[in-house]
């Protein structure tokens, strides 16, 4: 049972440019949710999502980021426009689908953007 | 606003010891708690996870204990080993799963 899956693995941008981020989560699981960590930092909460749905955005900045996860395919999370402060590890995580309840959530590797 | 912090960003033991890492949450409304281990380069590796309606579950080599009066979580390793090198982050949900990470101590094992 192959895990959550993200790519590429490491990605570098120009400011200006868009970067797009990719997350297979694991068979079976249909919540996701992405992060984001600074160096020397916990992770931050940014988006929670399931099919067709954006349940939680709470933690993704107002302009320049969206996310979403279609019906078939990968989730996708979208930086436009990216700046220097952009520049972190993204980190996908997907859990089960639950009646309410608490579950894991199982991280991919990460995506490395570096901005430049 | 919520917060969940540690005590001490490094920890240095020998192999062989225990080792005990702490974390403190300032939401008194989570009611789950996970630890996850995070090596170099790579993605945070779940490690236990503990509910509000418990004070202290374990796993192989690790416990974690509760305790929701002082809002104190920690994380406790047997023996040891070097390949327990790395950075733990405790973590708290709310609301509907979202995770708050705490800033992670760094687990440093001398053979």
């Known amino acids: 049972n192959a895990g959550v899956m993200q790519n590429p693995r490491h990605l570098v941008r120009r400011r200006g440019q868009e970067a797009r981020l990719r997350c297979s989560p694991m068979?079976?699981?249909?919540?996701v949710y992405w992060y984001r960590q600074l160096p020397e930092e916990g992770l931050k909460f940014m988006v929670y999502?399931?099919?067709?749905?954006?349940?939680?955005e709470s933690g993704m900045p107002k302009e320049r980021f969206s996310a979403e996860f279609p019906k078939e395919g990968p989730s996708i999370l979208r930086i436009q426009q990216v700046v220097r402060g952009d520049s972190a590890a993204y980190f996908c995580?997907?859990?089960?689908?639950?009646?309410?309840?608490?579950?894991?959530?199982?991280f991919g590797p990460g995506t490395r953007l570096t901005v430049t | 606003g919520e917060s969940v912090g540690l005590h001490l960003p490094t920890l240095s033991v020998q192999e062989g010891d225990n080792s005990i890492i702490n974390c403190a949450y300032s939401?008194?409304?989570?009611?789950?708690f996970i630890w996850y281990k995070q090596e170099s380069g790579k993605g945070p590796q779940f490690i236990i996870d503990?509910?509000?309606?418990?004070d202290k579950r374990q796993g192989q080599r690790v416990t974690v204990l509760l305790n929701k009066t002082v809002k104190h979580l920690s994380l406790q390793i047997a023996a040891t080993q070097p390949g327990d090198s790395a950075v733990y982050f405790c973590?708290?949900?709310?609301?509907?799963?979202?995770?708050?990470f705490g800033t992670g101590t760094r687990l440093l094992v001398s053979p």
């Open positions: 995580a997907s859990s089960p689908r639950t009646s309410g309840g608490n579950a894991e959530q199982y």
């Open positions: 068979k079976g699981h249909s919540h």
């Open positions: 999502l399931q099919k067709e749905n954006i349940i939680d």
């Open positions: 939401n008194s409304a989570s009611d789950y």
């Open positions: 503990i509910r509000s309606n418990m």
């Open positions: 973590a708290e949900s709310t609301g509907f799963q979202k995770l708050v």
